[in-house]
C-alpha cells in the first residue's frame, strides 16, 4: 500500500508568479484535500475534491484552484501568488468523508514566495 | 474566526508523566474529532479519534475524552516518551462538508 506522495518537496517563487502542486492519494482513496500550514499554526481547509469535483472549500480566494484526476491524483494551483501564500501546502487522501472522517497526510510542498 | 480552540501551546513532561491537551469547538456541526502528531518535516498523522456518542476513547498509552455538552475533547497521553515528543493537533470534522478544522497545537517536549 503506497501512501500519499506530493511534489515537489521546496519550491521558491516569486510574487505574482503562479505555482501548481501535485499529490497523489493513497490506494483505494477516492477524495483528496489541500490544507496550508502557516508556520506555527494548524493546517487551514482550502478544497477538497471528490469524483474530479470540488465537494467543499475553506476561506480562500478563486486564484487558488485545484483538479482531481479520474485516478484520483489532484493538483493545487495557485495565481499571483502573494508573500502571505509562503506556508507547507499539505494533501490528505481519504474515503468520501461521510463514511469516514480519516485524513491520511502526505509531507507537503514547503512553498517560500519572495 | 478561530472554531477550534487548543490549549496550552506548548508542554513540558517528564518521562512517565502524563500529557494532557485540551481543545474545545464551537460548531454543533462537527461530528468527528480526531488528533494527529506531527514530527518536523513531516505531515500530520492520525493518532486517535472520537465520534461524539462517545465519552472516552482508549488505544494503548492515548486516551480521549469527550464532553458534547461543554463542547470540549482532550487527549492525555499516559507514561510520556521522548519519542513522543512532537506537535499535536485536535481537528474537527463536518464529515458532510468534508472540511476539518484544525487547532493551532501544542508542542509537546517530554525529558529524558
Known amino acids: 500500500e503506497t501512501g500519499v506522495t506530493q511534489s515537489p518537496t521546496h519550491l521558491i517563487k516569486t510574487r505574482g508568479q503562479q505555482v501548481t502542486l501535485r499529490c497523489s492519494s493513497q490506494s483505494g482513496h477516492n477524495t483528496v484535500s489541500w490544507y496550508q500550514q502557516a508556520l506555527g499554526q494548524g493546517p487551514q481547509f482550502i478544497f477538497q475534491?471528490?469524483?474530479?469535483?470540488?465537494?467543499g472549500r475553506g476561506n480562500f480566494p478563486p486564484r487558488f484552484s485545484g483538479l482531481q484526476f479520474p485516478n484520483y491524483s489532484s493538483e493545487l494551483n495557485v495565481n499571483a501568488l502573494e508573500l502571505d501564500d509562503s506556508a507547507l501546502y499539505l494533501c490528505?487522501?481519504?474515503?468520501?468523508?461521510?463514511?469516514?472522517?480519516?485524513?491520511?497526510f502526505g509531507e507537503g510542498s514547503r512553498l517560500t514566495v519572495l | 474566526q478561530q472554531q477550534v480552540k487548543q490549549s496550552p501551546q506548548s508542554l513540558i513532561v517528564q518521562k512517565g508523566g502524563i500529557s494532557i491537551i485540551n481543545c474545545a469547538y464551537e460548531?454543533?456541526?462537527?461530528?468527528?474529532f480526531p488528533w494527529y502528531q506531527q514530527f518536523p518535516g513531516k505531515g500530520p498523522a492520525l493518532l486517535i479519534a472520537?465520534?461524539?456518542?462517545?465519552s472516552e476513547k482508549k488505544e494503548g498509552r492515548f486516551t480521549i475524552s469527550f464532553n458534547k455538552s461543554a463542547k470540549q475533547f482532550s487527549l492525555h497521553i499516559m507514561d510520556s516518551q521522548p519519542g513522543d515528543s512532537a506537535t499535536y493537533f485536535c481537528?474537527?470534522?463536518?464529515?458532510?462538508?468534508?472540511?476539518?478544522?484544525f487547532g493551532d497545537g501544542t508542542t509537546l517536549t517530554v525529558k529524558p
Open positions: 490528505a487522501s481519504s474515503l468520501w468523508t461521510a463514511v469516514t472522517g480519516e485524513l491520511f
Open positions: 472520537i465520534r461524539p456518542d462517545v
Open positions: 460548531n454543533t456541526a462537527f461530528d468527528y
Open positions: 475534491y471528490y469524483r474530479e469535483e470540488e465537494n
Open positions: 481537528a474537527a470534522t463536518d464529515t458532510n462538508a468534508g472540511k476539518s478544522t
